[in-house]
T-cell receptor
Framework: DGGITQSPKYLFRKEGQNVTLSCEQN?????MYWYRQDPGQGLRLIYY???????QKGDIAEGYSVSREKKESFPLTVTSAQKNPTAFYLC????????????FGPGTRLLVL | AQSVAQPEDQVNVAEGNPLTVKCTYS??????LFWYVQYPNRGLQFLLK??????LVKGSYGFEAEFNKSQTSFHLKKPSALVSDSALYFC?????????FGSGTKLNVKP
């Protein structure tokens, strides 16, 4: 997991509440990604960003928002519009190139109270 | 559309035996293929990748994978399994700025 940190490790959300998951990397990577992982399923892409101040929706962006104000940081907000937010959220980063490996953070588990 | 498929949800092997975790791909253009491993409640760790060149790719922890263009496969292998290899394994491909992951295969290595 080296070089990418996610916090908190566990997060609890109340009904109607927005919560923000932190992702920071010190690898000087251009691209950053957010994935959602549900039991028995693979990773599904929520949002990704290739450069600062720019990001694109992934396959399941509804109910989520992101920002990329700094190269090192790519926070994910789970909004109240996301009706089924309970999942394991993984942040990743890579050099912006098709041949480069993606490196993952340790993950944040989001639970609904 | 780019995709990878892992046909087995779970693979069981005895410690010391060879293991294979299967992956097939469907991509347009040159395939860039990856294997990752995930331990419980952790992020994914990179094992190996195929970009071009030798069809047999060697990676971390004694794992290797064989790229087979005719069968569109990229199976992960290890000659002798360890109990500590028990984990969730993901095959992935990359195209147009996005990674596409398989559904994962749980590997159980029994003593």
């Amino acid at each position: 997991d080296g070089g990418i940190t996610q916090s908190p490790k566990y997060l609890f959300r109340k009904e109607g509440q927005n919560v923000t998951l932190s992702c920071e990397q010190n690898l000087n990577h251009d691209a950053m990604y957010w994935y959602r992982q549900d039991p028995g399923q693979g990773l599904r892409l929520i949002y990704y960003s290739q450069i600062v101040n720019d990001f694109q929706k992934g396959d399941i962006a509804e109910g989520y928002s992101v920002s990329r104000e700094k190269k090192e940081s790519f926070p994910l907000t789970v909004t109240s519009a996301q009706k089924n937010p309970t999942a394991f959220y993984l942040c990743a980063s890579s050099i912006f190139s098709s041949q480069e490996t993606q490196y993952f953070g340790p993950g944040t588990r989001l639970l609904v109270l | 559309a780019q995709s990878v498929a892992q046909p087995e949800d779970q693979v069981n092997v005895a410690e010391g035996n060879p293991l294979t975790v299967k992956c097939t791909y469907s991509v347009s253009g040159n395939p860039y293929l990856f294997w990752y491993v995930q331990y419980p409640n952790r992020g994914l760790q990179f094992l190996l990748k195929y970009i071009t060149g030798d069809n047999l790719v060697k990676g971390s922890y004694g794992f290797e994978a064989e790229f087979n263009k005719s069968q569109t496969s990229f199976h992960l292998k290890k000659p002798s399994a360890l109990v500590s290899d028990s984990a969730l394994y993901f095959c992935a491909t990359y195209n147009f700025n996005k990674f596409y992951f398989g559904s994962g295969t749980k590997l159980n290595v029994k003593p």
